[in-house]
């Protein structure tokens, strides 16, 4: 069971270039989030999506786009690269069938804008 | 105001220390509570999850008191692989997490 991957583990961009980074879960979890930790601050959310078809934004969305393709993807868009941006991107997902239901998260995409 | 807010530490206790991390949270109609552990560089993982009555996983005892809106986590006889940093994590009612900077824990030999 791969729980939550995420692509590619490691990247560096210039500063306005695109790319998009890949999350999937093989847990048949509804619920799919993206976050960005920088040094000394907790996760921020960046966007989430609570079933496959819905995006919402979270606390920091500018800058980027999501996709949730099908249940099991959620992917992050950086259209135009920004130092910025420079941080490391954990994917989650959790189930949505009670309070108990907790978050899995992927092992983080280290990227570094220059 | 935070959502959540920690003590940042750090804390350095020695192996065997029973060590406390307290947490204050802001939204009182947040629904359920949870404690993760982040190692250096990796990704947070479940701790534990936090009931009402309270619970205990081994050396570790994760209490609650809603009236005052606050979350601890209790670690007995401290490992060294204890040694990361603690985030204290409510849920809202819309599915939503939210994650404290984290109180960071070093057991030293």
């Known amino acids: 069971n791969a729980g939550v991957t995420q692509t590619p583990k490691f990247q560096v961009l210039k500063t306005g270039q695109s790319m998009t980074l890949q999350c999937a879960q093989d847990?048949?979890?509804?619920?799919m989030y993206w976050y960005r930790q920088d040094p000394g601050m907790g996760l921020r959310l960046i966007y989430y999506?609570?079933?496959?078809?819905?995006?919402d934004k979270g606390e920091v969305p500018n800058g980027y786009n999501v996709s949730r393709l099908n249940k099991r993807e959620f992917s992050l868009r950086l259209e135009s690269a920004a130092p910025s941006q420079t941080s490391v991107y954990f994917c989650?997902?959790?189930?949505?069938?009670?309070?108990?239901?907790?978050?899995?998260f992927g092992p983080g995409t280290r990227l570094t804008v220059l | 105001r935070k959502e959540v807010e920690q003590d940042p530490g750090p804390f350095n206790v020695p192996e065997g220390a029973t060590v406390a991390f307290n947490c204050t949270y802001s939204?009182?109609?947040?629904?359920?509570f949870f404690w993760y552990r982040q190692d250096c560089r990796k990704e947070p993982k479940l701790l534990m999850s936090?009931?009402?009555s309270g619970n205990e996983d081994g050396r570790f005892t994760a209490q609650l008191n809603r009236a005052s809106q606050y979350i601890s986590l209790l670690i007995r006889d401290s490992k060294l692989s204890d040694s990361a940093t603690y985030l204290c994590?409510?849920?809202?009612?819309?599915?939503?997490?939210?994650f404290g900077t984290g109180t960071s824990l070093t057991v030293i030999p």
């Open positions: 939204n009182s109609a947040s629904q359920s």
């Open positions: 994590v409510p849920k809202n009612t819309g599915n939503q997490f939210y």
């Open positions: 936090v009931y009402s």
């Open positions: 847990m048949n979890h509804n619920s």
């Open positions: 989650a997902s959790s189930a949505t069938r009670g309070r108990t239901d907790t978050q899995y």
């Open positions: 999506s609570a079933s496959e078809g819905t995006t």
